[in-house]
C-alpha cells in the first residue's frame, strides 16, 4: 500500500501525539510532534531572556533569536517516544513543564516563528508516511493530507490526563493550574489571527472522552483502511 500523510489536530491534551504514536508504530510510519518545535522555541525565549512576564513576550527578541534555534527529533525508542534536540540538547522533558506551556501559544501566535517552523514541518512530511499532530496540519501544514482527524475530548478529562502525565515527571502543579492553562492555551489557539485552531472542512472528529488509547487507534485504523 503506498504511504500516505495524516494530519491530526485538535484542542490541548486531546492525546494527540499518544494517539499520533501509536498509528505511527502500527503503521512504520514518521511520527512529528509540531508541538514540540513550537514550544523548542518557547524555551529558547525563556532561556534569552525574551519573556517579559506572565503571558508577555518580546516579540522582536523571540524573532531575532529563530536563525540561532535548531530543532531536531531522534529515532524513535520501542514505545515510540522521540527525543526532541534543541540545538543538539535533549530538551524532552523540559518543553513540557507549564513554565513552558505558560508562554508557548503566545510565541506561536507569532507569524515569524509560524512561517519559520511551518516550512521545516512541510519538509519532515515531504515523503509521506508520515503522522503529525499539532492544531493547523490539516488546515495549513498539509492540507492535501489524505486523512485529517480533529481531536476533542471533555476540558476536565484533558486537564486530569495532563496532571497525570506531569506528575509521572515528578512535576507537582495542581490541576486548577494545569487547567487554567488549558483554557488559556486553547482560547489563544482558536483565536490568533495567523493559522488559528479550526477543523478542516474535510475532518473526521474523534472526541475520546470516553474512548481508550486502543480503541482510538482502532477506530483510525478503519478509516485508513479506505484510504490506501
Ligand atoms: O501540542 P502541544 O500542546 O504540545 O502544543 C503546544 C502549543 O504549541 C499549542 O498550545 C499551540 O499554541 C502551539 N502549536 C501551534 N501549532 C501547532 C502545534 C502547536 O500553534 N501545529
Given at each position: ?8 489536530d ?125 492544531r493547523d ?52 489557539d482558536s ?5 488559528p485552531l479550526t ?30
Open positions: 500500500a503506498s504511504k500516505i500523510t495524516i494530519a491530526i485538535g484542542y490541548s491534551s486531546c492525546g494527540k501525539s499518544t494517539l499520533a504514536k501509536a498509528l505511527a508504530q502500527k503503521m512504520n510510519y514518521t511520527f512529528i510532534d509540531s508541538g514540540a518545535m513550537y514550544r523548542c522555541v518557547a524555551l529558547f525565549g525563556i532561556r534569552n531572556g525574551c519573556v517579559l512576564g506572565a503571558h508577555k513576550l518580546n516579540l522582536s527578541c523571540v524573532v531575532s533569536s529563530l536563525p540561532q534555534i535548531n530543532i531536531q527529533f531522534g529515532e524513535a525508542d520501542e514505545k515510540g517516544n522521540r527525543a526532541v534536540l534543541l540545538n543538539q540538547e535533549d530538551v524532552s522533558d523540559e518543553i513540557r513543564q507549564l513554565e513552558v506551556a505558560n508562554i508557548v501559544s503566545e510565541v506561536a501566535a507569532i507569524e515569524e516563528v509560524r512561517s519559520f517552523l511551518v516550512k521545516q514541518q512541510q519538509e519532515l512530511g515531504s515523503k509521506g508516511g508520515v503522522v503529525m499532530d499539532g496540519i490539516g488546515t495549513v501544514v498539509f492540507p492535501n493530507a489524505q486523512l485529517k482527524l480533529f481531536v476533542t475530548a471533555k476540558p476536565e478529562i484533558r486537564a486530569q490526563r495532563r496532571f497525570l502525565e506531569l506528575q509521572a515527571k515528578g512535576e507537582t502543579n495542581s490541576m486548577e493550574e494545569i487547567l487554567q492553562n488549558l483554557k488559556h492555551r486553547d482560547r489563544i483565536t490568533r489571527a495567523i493559522s477543523q478542516a472542512k474535510d475532518a473526521q472528529v474523534l472526541d475520546n472522552s470516553e474512548m481508550s488509547e486502543l480503541e482510538q487507534l482502532e477506530f483510525v485504523l478503519n478509516l485508513v483502511k479506505n484510504k490506501t
